[in-house]
């Protein structure tokens, strides 16, 4: 089973607008090792946009990442590749609790340059996903 991880660095998401922040991500790839091996990246070009929803709330409007848009730049992902996107409630993501996940199972060969979208379903306590908690954001790649 090969596993790979990309990380989409949102360093202070609260000060961010709404809407698309494609262009406000960065993304790099860890490699993980197994035992004395290291398990190589399928993917190496990426890209990932985060949807975010303001939502009139009685103390005023907020803001809520609802989605997130992951896109294989260099290869296709096959099908029974899980994808996970996971938000973070600190700057580093070692000790920082996940807050709130979304996760998709491909039912079919994704060709690359294809949008997945990655809805935030799972939250660890209500509006989780607000802005205003979120320090980081990561995706998860794991091919069958």
Request: with cysteine.
């Amino acid at each position: 089973m090969h596993a790979l991880v990309i990380i989409a660095m949102l360093g202070f998401i609260s000060f961010l607008g709404v809407g698309n922040m494609s262009n406000d991500v960065e993304l790099w790839i860890q490699s993980f090792g197994v035992g004395d091996g290291i398990i190589e990246s399928p993917v190496e070009d990426t890209e990932l946009s985060i949807i975010i929803e303001r939502v009139d709330t009685p103390d005023g409007p907020d803001d809520f990442i609802t989605t997130c848009e992951f896109t294989s730049l260099d290869t296709d992902l096959l099908m029974g590749t899980k994808l996970y996107c996971k938000l973070y409630d600190g700057v580093d993501i070692e000790s920082a609790f996940i807050i709130a996940t979304g996760f998709v199972e491909l039912g079919q060969l994704v060709q690359m340059g294809t949008v997945i979208p990655i809805q935030i379903t799972d939250l660890s306590f209500e509006d989780s996903n607000n802005m205003d908690f979120v320090a980081n954001v990561l995706v998860e790649v794991q091919e069958p």
